[in-house]
């Protein structure tokens, strides 16, 4: 049997199994349930946050004959139907792939015809940000007047690059990213179905690593699992991943704090020689940079942070050490280094330059 990725299998098929986004599923939702549907939406935000998801959610449960509090049953004739990827009430566009005005036209000359053993024909135009001018322009026509049967659902990861035009004419709901603490959720229940075990430290860091997109953090996920045949750890994770032991960073700042240069010089040598990525390492410095930082000035900064006790405990700690103006020139220094690092010829050389350009306090390239 074909193994299924996590991220496919565990899409959402209904509102309440969307993580994060209660604020949009709680409107369309009671938009069904009030009958005040629209005729067009702007689904905006960043990769996997589930605007695809919602959409074609949406399309199903705006044509369930029995909704649910707005959602769809799932055991309808609509329902069933609507679920097949060929059903021809449901149609999904990559504007990437179809961005000419010709197939914006092809639209509008088939939005008149009626839904089959439907109530409502919805179009979801992905990536809509990379329509032409002139398609935009012919697609404008048509969200200026639609028939009563047609949905308009418009995605895009790029929302400035829409025309006013467009978006005035729209109901706009903007994907916010999802926090560590429900991916965390998220995935613990997606592991318990799957029978694969995994502690809570390993939880987070692959939660941290998915960057607030669900579908990230399941292909992650996924490979991760792979790799530890069914039994997750800390370490086999941070080696998946190649991020860096909260031990070693601490150990790092340390370094860092006591002006320690051979130290510092010190444990780039060893965290090359173990096989990590030196760029993935200067990324790790940035985000400890601001978490230490979150720890010194935030009250309620595990909250923020979602770190396990005995690691935050570590953090406010190493956090105390350090003055606020410190801290946020470590960001700026190590940030700024980012992208820097992706084009270098000599990755280690520049992470050793910028290392001591943060720990010293002067530009060593300018001096």
């Not at 919602?54 to 044509?63: C, G, L, Q, T, Y």
């Not at 010194?296 to 935050?312: G, H, M, P, Q, Y």
């Amino acid at each position: 049997m074909n193994h299924i990725a996590l991220y496919r299998k565990y899409r959402p098929k209904t509102f309440e199994e969307v993580i994060g986004q209660d604020h949009i599923t709680h409107t369309l939702q009671n938009q069904i349930v009030n009958d005040q549907i629209g005729h067009a939406y702007l689904f905006t935000g960043t990769r996997g946050t589930g605007k695809t998801s919602v959409a074609k959610i949406f399309a199903r449960s705006v044509n369930c004959l029995n909704p649910v509090h707005g959602s769809a049953c799932g055991e309808c004739e609509n329902c069933k139907r609507l679920e097949q990827e060929t059903d021809i009430n449901i149609i999904e566009i990559d504007a990437a792939s179809n961005n000419k005005v010709d197939d914006i036209r092809q639209i509008r000359d088939k939005v008149k015809f009626m839904p089959v053993g439907a109530k409502y024909k919805v179009y979801i135009v992905d990536e809509v940000h990379m329509l032409s001018d002139s398609a935009f322009n012919a697609l404008l026509k048509t969200l200026e007047e639609p028939p009563a049967h047609i949905i308009f659902i418009l995605a895009t990861t790029e929302v400035h690059k829409l025309p006013q035009t467009i978006l005035s004419r729209c109901v706009r709901f903007d994907f916010r990213l999802v926090s560590r603490e429900e991916l965390s959720k998220h995935l613990a229940k997606v592991f318990e179905k799957e029978n694969i075990s995994c502690d809570d430290e390993s939880l987070k860091i692959i939660a941290s690593a998915g960057e607030g997109s669900v579908r990230d953090t399941l292909s992650i996920a996924d490979s991760i699992a792979s790799y530890c045949q069914g039994k997750i750890s800390k370490e086999k994770t941070l080696s998946v991943l190649g991020t860096t032991d909260h031990d070693l960073i601490i150990n790092f700042f340390d370094k860092i704090q006591e002006k320690d240069v051979g130290g510092v010089l010190a444990l780039i040598d060893q965290i090359e020689k173990e096989g990590k990525n030196l760029a993935v390492f200067s990324k790790d410095l940035s985000k400890h940079s601001r978490n230490l930082l979150v720890c010194k000035s935030c009250e309620n900064a595990n909250e923020i942070l979602n770190l396990t006790d005995e690691v935050f405990g570590l953090y406010q700690s190493q956090a105390q050490k350090f003055e606020e103006k410190d801290l946020i020139r470590y960001m700026q220094v190590f940030s700024s280094a980012e992208s820097e690092l992706r084009y270098t010829l000599s990755v280690r050389l520049l992470l050793e330059t910028t290392c001591l350009t943060a720990m010293l306090g002067f530009d060593v390239k300018k001096n």
